[in-house]
């Protein structure tokens, strides 16, 4: 059973220019919640989606980030018009659903703007 | 926003026990204890969670006051491996919530 699944790894762009993040979850899971670590700092919670549905996004920044989770496929966090303070590690988590569950999470992108 | 407060570090001896405080003053009786720690900036890893019962797994014990205003972390044998930052999250049952990190305890075994 594999676990959460992101990619890239790493990431690097250029100022301006849009950045496509890719998480998938465990089998069987159809929760996803996005974090953002900048350097030497903590984990911050940025969305949480269930298929199809935004659930919780109070902590995504208001422009230029957006996320989904289609029916099929992966979990996309985008990053439109990237900035140098973008540059982060970007993690995701999945759970089932059921109340009182564990998420776990995956690796990480590392994202560099240059 | 983070409802736990944890010394912000701590070390130990390889093959000793560690042991972890935590505290969550303001847990409310539908919220969770959650642990996770990050290895260098690895994923975060789930380690255990619980209600107000003590839990054991094959990575840690969670020992939770009975007044629930605390809990501690156990690693029964610590590795050099186990060095990592840990969490404890006190995390909503409803509807799955997010978990929010705070800043975490940074756990150093020494040799």
């Known amino acids: 059973n594999a676990g959460v699944m992101q990619n890239p790894r790493h990431l690097v762009r250029r100022r301006g220019q849009e950045a496509r993040l890719r998480c998938s979850p465990m089998?069987?899971?159809?929760?996803v919640y996005w974090y953002r670590q900048l350097p030497e700092e903590g984990l911050k919670f940025m969305v949480y989606?269930?298929?199809?549905?935004?659930?919780?996004e109070s902590g995504m920044p208001k422009e230029r980030f957006s996320a989904e989770f289609p029916k099929e496929g992966p979990s996309i966090l985008r990053i439109q018009q990237v900035v140098r303070g973008d540059s982060a590690a970007y993690f995701c988590?999945?759970?089932?659903?059921?109340?009182?569950?564990?998420?776990?999470f995956g690796q990480g992108t590392r994202l560099t703007v240059v | 926003d983070a409802k736990t407060t944890q010394p912000p570090s701590m070390d130990c001896a390889e093959g000793r026990a560690a042991n972890l405080p935590c505290n969550h003053s303001?847990?409310?009786?539908?919220?969770?204890v959650y642990w996770y720690r990050q290895i260098h900036s690895q994923g975060p890893q789930y380690i255990i969670h619980g209600l107000k019962n003590n839990e054991t797994n094959e990575m840690a014990s969670l020992i939770i006051t009975e007044d629930r205003k605390s809990s501690t972390l156990i690693l029964p044998h610590a590795t050099l491996r186990d060095t990592a930052v840990y969490y404890c999250?006190?995390?909503?049952?409803?509807?799955?919530?997010?978990?929010?990190f705070g800043k975490g305890i940074t756990l150093s075994v020494r040799p």
């Open positions: 089998k069987g899971h159809s929760h």
């Open positions: 999250i006190v995390r909503d049952t409803g509807a799955n919530s997010k978990l929010t």
């Open positions: 303001t847990i409310s009786g539908n919220e969770y």
């Open positions: 989606l269930q298929k199809e549905n935004i659930i919780d």
């Open positions: 988590a999945s759970s089932s659903g059921h109340l009182n569950t564990e998420a776990f």
